[in-house]
């Protein structure tokens, strides 16, 4: 047990000294204040925004790259509660619940007090998730070394299918974009064999495709053709909202306690889950509140514990979502798998190894996560003036600027005119799935995944010299593909009952 701890305190030796060094405290401050922007401007979320600022990390040291951007993810939490509070409309996914009972609050002059017990219950959550990340990537990594390709192709198949079948309704819209994802991520040249997969005879493709290019132009750039059609200016008034406003009763304090617990543990659970993430928390959470509540009819009407339950539980599951990001290198979701894209353009190979032999990466991002909290909380609310404010910012204004950062963005990675082009097309077409409902996260997901699984599956192949069964020969692999095919014949079966359920049309 003391060797134990004294390995934990030596690590967290390592991580204050990486997160404490200027440039990476500067960009923990400039991640997190950006990701509040982002996040309390309607229509851009955190998947948009880290994709158009993911050029800007390759020229940087890989720690500050993975500091800046998680500190866009978990800042965007912050953020998009004030949107949903002050005007109804979330800045992100998972502060759509909070405009239930946040928005009342709002109306009935209690905007201050949702506030900052929003700030307080995100701080707890988040320092709780941080703490569970310290305390359990270290047992996952011990048993994650013993693990051969057999078994990461199996975690890698279950991350995948799993993250396109519990969130979404169409099991096979999803599984149908992991695949277009997987296909885009074999573009290039085959390393085992030297030929040429989907190049077209493009020599600019010779090398595959950019993640920055396909997620800019999947994400960033869709996102903002969406928002120009969807969301316009607001005309809401900052003055009444005063720090002796923001200052909670007793009574306020007393409903928040136990919300605060339990929304904690339901988005530590399920943020470190492939597929679900902080939205999904925070509505269950949400729900959990109502159903435990002695009075649930106060709910929708501007009830305290409505609006810090979601808020806690999907900050909670911002941070345990680096749990098997970082000590198993499979992500859960499309934000994640740009922290690892990031990761792998670094040249580092994310898994178990990562903590051993960058430990100044890791435990660096882990302090820095305490860094950024605190910062949040900080920022967050002196600056509610400023943040309403921008809220009154015309999008028309906005937008064209946004464009053409993303152009300049994506061109200065390797100065190529091609880049650009490919965050057209891919513009154009995460705005045509988003027309046809398609889900574009699967696509970067499966572009991620589908190279890392194929490299494993052809390992497998190798040693067991082409049986197919070798995959499920060993405990762990055996066991992971037969849940991965639970799930997806669930999600199916699913799937069809509810196609069965709709009315048909005239």
Not at 98 to 108: E, R, V
Not at 422 to 450: N, Q
Not at 480 to 500: C, E, P, S, Y
Request: hydrophobic share 55%.
């Amino acid at each position: 047990m003391m060797d134990v701890f004294a390995t934990l305190s030596g690590n967290i030796g390592i991580g204050l000294a990486t997160a404490f060094s200027p440039a990476n405290l500067l960009y923990c401050f400039i991640g997190v204040f950006a990701g509040m922007l982002v996040g309390v401007l309607p229509g851009i979320g955190a998947v948009a925004a880290m994709s158009m600022l993911f050029p800007l990390t390759l020229n940087l040291a890989p720690t500050s790259a993975l500091i800046l951007l998680a500190g866009i993810w978990y800042g965007t939490a912050y953020g998009g509660s004030t949107a949903a509070i002050l005007l109804n409309v979330p800045g992100s996914t998972s502060s759509a619940v909070a405009c239930l009972d946040g928005y009342p609050m709002a109306k009935q002059g209690r905007a201050g007090i949702a506030l900052m017990m929003t700030t307080v219950g995100s701080f707890f959550g988040g320092s709780v998730g941080i703490l569970l990340m310290m305390l359990f990537s270290p047992v996952i990594v011990g048993y994650a070394m013993e693990f051969t390709s057999a078994e990461y192709f199996a975690l890698m198949t279950l991350g995948l299918v799993a993250a396109s079948t519990v969130a979404g309704e169409s099991v096979v819209k999803s599984l149908a974009m992991v695949v277009l994802g997987i296909m885009f991520g074999t573009v290039g040249i085959d390393v085992y064999t030297g030929g040429e997969r989907f190049t077209f005879g493009q020599a600019s493709l010779y090398d595959g495709i950019s993640i920055a290019a396909l997620a800019m132009g999947l994400f960033g750039v869709s996102e903002v053709i969406t928002s120009i059609r969807a969301v316009h200016g607001a005309d809401i008034r900052s003055k009444s909202i005063t720090l002796r406003s923001m200052i909670p009763g007793r009574d306020d304090v007393r409903r928040s306690m136990m919300p605060m617990v339990r929304g904690t543990a339901i988005g530590s659970f399920f943020g470190a889950l492939p597929g679900t993430g902080p939205a999904i928390a925070a509505f269950l959470s949400y729900a959990v509140e109502k159903r435990v509540a002695r009075e649930p009819e106060r709910f929708g009407k501007g009830a305290i514990e409505g609006v810090v339950a979601p808020e806690t539980a999907n900050n909670a599951a911002d941070q345990t979502a680096f749990i098997p990001t970082m000590t198993l290198g499979i992500p859960g979701s499309a934000t994640m798998a740009i922290m690892l894209g990031a990761l792998m353009i670094q040249g580092i190979t994310p898994g178990p190894k990562l903590m051993s032999e960058h430990p100044d990466i890791f435990w660096g991002l882990v302090m820095s996560f305490w860094i950024g909290n605190l910062i949040l909380v900080v920022l967050n609310i002196p600056l509610i003036g400023l943040w309403v404010r921008i809220l009154t910012v015309p999008y028309q204004l906005l937008y064209p600027a946004i464009l053409m950062f993303v152009c300049i963005g994506v061109y200065t990675v390797n100065t190529n005119t091609f880049d650009v082009w490919m965050v057209v097309l891919f513009g154009v077409l995460g705005y045509a799935m988003r027309i046809a409902d398609l889900p574009a996260a699967p696509v970067l997901l499966g572009f991620v995944l589908g190279p890392m699984m194929e490299e494993h599956f052809r390992r497998t192949m190798l040693v067991a010299d082409g049986d197919f069964l070798a995959l499920f020969h060993r405990p762990v692999s055996g066991v992971v593909l037969g849940l991965t095919i639970a799930i997806l014949a669930w999600g199916l079966w699913n799937t069809l009952r509810l196609h069965r359920a709709r009315p048909a049309s005239p």
